[in-house]
Structure formats: structure tokens, C-alpha cells
């Protein structure tokens, strides 16, 4: 097989792969907002502990998500002390459940402070090599400042599409947050642009409507 068949057969199962795992995130998803919707945020924080287990060393990103999403401070203020694990898998995880209570708006300006500190000691620490993760870490950071600023030109879409690839609900975390940014800057459309791209999460909202 040749290089440019071999790039071509990789980037189609990585596209299988994610499209999998996106499907198999939004099933989970749905659980937990079923939950959320039947019995509020102790179900909800449930099905977050049977979907998303706390494993040990793990890097627990979906799991952090889902919590941000339904607005689960205490939880999220709970565990984020108890990350543990290989560094810079906990800088992301870290960095996720600051996002998460920053989403909430629990003290937006110190979330966003503390983003920006844990992108750059990444930064410090990953190997050389790491290029892309390290653009990814900087544009969760930009997000946090995002929010905290109501400034939309800090927002890179293009890095976290890829940054949040086959992780469903920080990809909705993500989506979630850009939201509002764009309606705290008082750009309705954008926001209505932002939110056709959270698939299932609308059938979710519409349903927490009716």
C-alpha cells in the first residue's frame, strides 16, 4: 500500500471511529437530560455516575462535560481537587470543568484566569512535538476569555472542532458556551447559527420546552 492510500484508509477509520463514538456519546446524553427532565439534578447526577464511572487515573473529559452541562457546581467544584493521573490528561480535565463552571457563571473571570494559567504550564510541559494539543489547550483557554469578556474574536471554531472530535458532550460543552458568548455580545444570529450545530442537544431542549 502506498502512502497517500494508507493516509486515505487511516482518515476513513478515524472518521468511522468518531462518527461511533459520537453516536454512542449521544445515546449517553440523552440518558442524562431524560433523567435531568424526570427527576432534576440528583437523577441526573446519577446517570452522569453510571454512564461516565470515575475510574482510577481517568481522564473522566465526558464526564466533566455532562456535569457542566446540567449546571452541576457542587459537583464539579467536588471532584476537579481530585484529578489525578499523567499531567497533561489532567490539565485537560481541568481545564474542562472550569469551562463547565465557568458556563454555569460561577465567578466567570477567575475560571477564565485559571484556564489561561493551566494552557500555558500544558504549554511548558508538553513535548515539543505537540503542536496541535497545545493550540487545542489555548482554545479552550480563548473560550473561557471568550465568555468572561463577551468577546466573540477570541473564539477559534476550527480548533475546537477538533480539539472536542468523539467527545459528544464537550463538544456540546464547547457549542454551549460560544452560545453565549455571541448572546452576551448581542449577536443573535451567530448564536442561532452556533446552535444548528448541536444536533441531538436541540431535541433535548425542545423537549425540556414542551
Not at 52 to 80: F, M, Q, W
Not at 120 to 146: C, D, T, V, Y
Not at 159 to 175: F, N, V
Amino acid at each position: 500500500m502506498g502512502i497517500v492510500a494508507a493516509v486515505i484508509v487511516m482518515g476513513i477509520v478515524l472518521a468511522i471511529g468518531a462518527g461511533l463514538a459520537n453516536a454512542a456519546g449521544a445515546k449517553k446524553g440523552k440518558q442524562v437530560f431524560a433523567a435531568f427532565s424526570a427527576g432534576g439534578i440528583v437523577a441526573a447526577r446519577a446517570a452522569v455516575d453510571r454512564l461516565y464511572p470515575r475510574t482510577k487515573n481517568g481522564a473522566h473529559h465526558e464526564r466533566l462535560a455532562a456535569l457542566g452541562l446540567l449546571g452541576d457546581v457542587e459537583s464539579l467544584e467536588r471532584e476537579l481537587p481530585l484529578l489525578d493521573g499523567r499531567p497533561l490528561v489532567v490539565y485537560r480535565a481541568q481545564m474542562i470543568g472550569l469551562l463547565g463552571l465557568a458556563l454555569a457563571g460561577r465567578d466567570v473571570a477567575a475560571c477564565a484566569a485559571r484556564m489561561k494559567e493551566i494552557a500555558e504550564r500544558n504549554q511548558r510541559e508538553s513535548p515539543k512535538l505537540a503542536k496541535l494539543p497545545i493550540r487545542w489547550m489555548h482554545a479552550f483557554a480563548n473560550l473561557g476569555a471568550a465568555l468572561a469578556t463577551r468577546a466573540p474574536s477570541l473564539l477559534e471554531r476550527p480548533l475546537l472542532i477538533q480539539a472536542t472530535r468523539g467527545q459528544p458532550m464537550l463538544k456540546i460543552l464547547c457549542w454551549e458556551t460560544m452560545i453565549k458568548v455571541f448572546e452576551l455580545a448581542g449577536d443573535a444570529e451567530r448564536a442561532a447559527n452556533v446552535r444548528q450545530d448541536l444536533g441531538w442537544m436541540n431535541e433535548v431542549r425542545r423537549a425540556q420546552a414542551a
